[in-house]
């Protein structure tokens, strides 16, 4: 059993900032790499960023330069740290854990974006 447990969501204005942590826990084996999604409401899900085992970071043009993903192999935790946030970044942000075989998700975290 694979549990995420996601924290640090919540409302800012836009220009502000928000961390995003995940903590994965249970049988964890191969891990190919942990990132976050979101999605907003009437939209399909999407990547965010993504950093693999190795630390190759992957990120959506939308949010290049302003979001950075970082993860902790020996805590098997993953952080988005979000700057510059835009009233287009709000949605439910989930946690993905991606291993060999099998992914998980977390249960989301609602960021809100004023403007």
């Known amino acids: 059993q694979v549990q995420l447990v996601e924290s640090g969501g919540g409302l800012v204005q836009a220009g502000g900032s928000l961390r995003l942590s995940c903590a994965a826990s249970?049988?964890?084996?191969?891990?190919?790499?942990m990132g976050w999604y979101r999605q907003a409401p009437g939209n399909q899900r999407e990547l965010v960023a993504v950093?693999?085992?190795?630390?190759?970071?992957n990120y959506a043009d939308s949010v290049k330069g302003r979001f950075t993903i970082s993860r902790d192999g020996t805590k098997n935790t993953v952080t988005l740290q979000m700057n510059s946030l835009k009233p287009e970044d709000t949605a439910v942000y989930y946690c993905?854990?991606?291993?060999?075989?099998?992914?998980?998700w977390g249960q989301g975290t609602q960021v809100t974006v004023s403007s």
């Open positions: 950093i693999t085992s190795g630390g190759r970071t």
């Open positions: 249970g049988r964890i084996f191969s891990i190919r790499d």
């Open positions: 993905n854990l991606a291993l060999s075989r099998s992914d998980y």
